[in-house]
């Protein structure tokens, strides 16, 4: 493995965005054109924004070079359309943080904060619990139409924190770690049933609409932002530490089963009913429980990398047991089912990261070999059966070979899937995980500690003197 295959997929991947859908939100690779979608408002480049730090950390310098004249030339906020306020700040937010943490380039800086100034807006609710939709040049924010009774989503609210807390750190502007903040002693102050978060909060009333808890879609971040705030932090927010902690017991006394198979898998709970099924999205959390597994007692710590490794282990399961070698939408523990998607409606596979970003995160906790090999199984796959002629696509039954595909190369295909397989096959202290942490976009922010920033301050107060 002399040359990193993610790098040359990567190549791959953005070439054929470049050619075909310059400037689009993400290439429609089979009918080589580009896609807009309704997730980023009017915004457009989502595919460039998300690439930006991929690009740069694997030594694309002629395409990260394109990518950056882009954002500066082309990168329009004043856009007038029905934004997803999560979507925006992960994707954007996130990804010109990043870009300018690791380039040092002013003019991501000065774009993250002007699109950040531009959500404020959604915060402005009875309780301070933003709403999902937000329109970037008028500032109206309501809820989604699908969400219960105007309600605001756990995993959208619960995944501002770390970008905001980063805002706060570049602008000087106390505001975002205020609207941050607000959201968490809401949190705190309310009621949860069995100590879980359900996914439905309402932004009048502040209170939870229904009581469905799910560690996969609609919940999922909002628990990666807990452990991640505290390590951000430099292990001083205390706060988000116990939430945390407190939430993943609660997780394992509700949530955490065993199939009869042997397999450690994550429930779903709909008002104390179980539903044994466990989402993609969900495949997230042996990598959350690995690097939250740092609390001070020895066998504790062994405890959670254990649990960590058995969900890895379950996730990779739901690949293997797929003709393609990939992993569905969901996978069911049920009448019979291990690992497996029952419905037709969860088969299909949309080039998601979150099975390969636990393999990253495990390997660098343990150096297990076997998660390299996993990731150089899903490496084979992607290649076999998601690279088309002009690029990748998702697709649609992963349980067969004649494959169909989606027509879609997903932004964060190229944001996160590659990133984590290129981390995954490189040395430790690429990015190492004792200076940063990763939005659930996989964009690197910098861990904050307050001596260094004291620092930077004293420098430039020096410099301007």
């Known amino acids: 493995m002399e040359v990193q295959p993610s790098a040359e997929m990567m190549k791959f991947a953005w070439d054929n965005y470049k050619r075909y859908a310059w400037g689009k939100n993400e290439l429609r690779p089979l009918t080589r054109n580009g896609h807009i979608g309704n997730m980023f408002g009017g915004l457009r480049g989502a595919s460039v924004v998300d690439s930006l730090d991929t690009l740069y950390i694997m030594g694309l310098m002629d395409e990260y070079n394109d990518a950056k004249e882009w954002v500066k030339t082309s990168l329009d906020l004043n856009s007038n359309g029905e934004a997803s306020l999560f979507e925006v700040n992960i994707r954007y937010v996130g990804g010109l943080l990043s870009a300018y943490y690791l380039t040092g380039e002013e003019l991501f800086k000065n774009k993250a904060v002007e699109l950040g100034e531009k959500l404020l807006p959604a915060f402005n609710t009875p309780t301070g619990i933003p709403r999902g939709v937000i329109n970037l040049g008028s500032g109206t ?118 199939s009869p198979g042997g397999l450690t898998y994550m429930a779903e709970w709909r008002g104390g009913i179980l539903d044994h099924k466990m989402g993609h999205l969900a495949c997230f959390s042996g990598g959350m429980i690995g690097i939250g597994a740092d609390d001070g007692a020895a066998e504790k710590r062994q405890h959670y990398l254990d649990l960590a490794a058995e969900i890895t282990h379950t996730c990779h399961e739901s690949y293997t047991r797929s003709a393609t070698k990939l992993g ?70 992963v349980y067969t070979t004649s494959v169909s595909h989606d027509n879609m190369q997903q932004s964060f295909f190229l944001s996160e899937t590659l990133k984590y397989l290129y981390l995954l096959f490189s040395d430790d202290d690429l990015l190492s995980l004792e200076d940063w942490v990763f939005n659930t976009e996989a964009h690197p922010l910098p861990i904050i500690r307050n001596s260094c920033l004291q620092d930077d301050a004293t420098q430039e107060k020096t410099v301007s003197e």
């Not at 975002?176 to 009048?204: A, C, D, Q, W």
């Not at 292990?235 to 089963?257: P, R």
């Open 141 to 258: 924010s309501w809820s989604w139409g699908w969400a219960s009774a105007g309600s605001s989503i756990l995993a959208e609210f619960g995944t501002l924190h770390l970008e905001f807390v980063h805002l706060t750190e570049l602008s000087s502007n106390p505001v975002y770690t205020e609207k941050v903040m607000n959201i968490r002693k809401l949190l705190n102050k309310i009621e949860k049933p069995h100590g879980l978060y359900p996914n439905f909060l309402s932004p009048v009333s502040g209170n939870w609409v229904q009581h469905h808890v799910s560690i996969g879609g609609l919940g999922d971040s909002f628990y990666e932002y807990l452990i991640k705030s505290y390590l951000m932090s430099d292990k001083t927010d205390d706060d988000a530490k116990k939430m945390y902690y407190t939430a993943l017991e609660a997780i394992e006394a509700n949530l955490v089963q065993k």
């Open 328 to 397: 569905p939408e969901a996978f069911r523990f049920d009448s019979g089912a291990e690992a497996t998607a029952t419905r037709l409606s969860d088969r299909y596979y949309i080039l998601r990261p979150e099975v390969i970003e636990s393999y990253m995160y495990m390997w660098r906790l343990t150096h297990d070999p076997k998660y390299r090999e996993w990731g150089w199984e899903a490496v084979e796959a992607l290649e076999q059966h998601c690279r088309v002629e002009s690029g990748f696509s998702g697709i649609r039954d």
